[in-house]
C-alpha cells in the first residue's frame, strides 16, 4: 500500500465484546472506561432497556441491557461481564456486556457496509461488519444506539 493511499485509508480502534456467540465492536474514542459488575441500582419506572443506576466517582450513570437493545435473550451476569462507559453524542451511558475482548485495529477499507438482514429494530445500530480470524466482526454506531425519544427518556433519572 502507498504511502497516498494508506493517508486516505485511516485507521481507527475498535474496542471489543461479546453478547453471547458474536463478537461486536465499539468505536475506543467513545470508550470511557471498562468497569467490573458493581451494584446497578433499579429505578423504578424506567424503560425496559435501562437496567438501573449506578455511582461513577460522583456521576450517575444510566446502565444500558446491551441484550435487550439488540433482541438477545437474558443471561445472568457473571465474573466476565462488564459495564463499558461510553460517550454518545450528548450523553454518556454504561453498557452491560458479556466480556470485553481486546482492541483491535482496522482500516476503514477493512470495513464492509451491513448486510441488509434482520428487521429494522436490530439493524439501525450496525455502522458496518468486518471479518477478523474468520469472525465476523460487528461494528455498532454508538450515536444510534438510544433514539432521541429515548434519549429525552433518560435526562429525566
Known amino acids: 500500500m502507498s504511502e497516498e493511499d494508506k493517508q486516505n485509508d ?4 475498535w474496542v471489543t465484546f461479546c453478547l453471547g456467540d458474536e463478537k461486536y465492536g465499539i468505536n475506543v474514542m467513545q470508550v470511557q472506561e471498562v468497569l467490573r459488575i ?5 429505578v423504578p419506572g424506567a ?3 435501562v437496567l438501573g443506576i449506578i455511582n461513577l466517582r460522583g456521576n450517575v450513570v444510566t446502565v444500558i441491557d446491551t441484550r435487550n437493545r439488540f433482541g438477545l435473550p437474558c443471561q445472568e451476569a457473571d465474573d466476565a461481564s462488564r459495564v463499558v462507559i461510553i460517550e454518545t453524542e450528548d450523553h454518556i451511558i454504561g453498557i452491560l456486556v458479556d466480556s470485553v ?3 483491535v485495529e482496522l482500516r476503514a477499507s477493512d470495513i464492509e457496509t451491513a448486510p441488509n ?9 450496525i ?4 471479518s477478523r480470524d474468520d469472525e465476523l466482526l460487528i461494528l455498532v454506531d454508538l450515536n444510534k444506539f438510544l433514539s432521541d425519544d429515548e434519549k429525552a427518556e ?4
Not at 127 to 130: A, E, F
Open 47 to 49: 424503560p425496559s432497556y
Open 10 to 13: 485511516p485507521v481507527m480502534q
Open 127 to 130: 455502522q458496518g461488519v468486518t
Open 154 to 157: 433518560l435526562d429525566m433519572f
Open 101 to 103: 475482548a481486546e482492541v
Open 117 to 125: 438482514v434482520g428487521n429494522e429494530e436490530s439493524s439501525k445500530y
Open 38 to 42: 458493581s451494584e446497578i441500582a433499579p
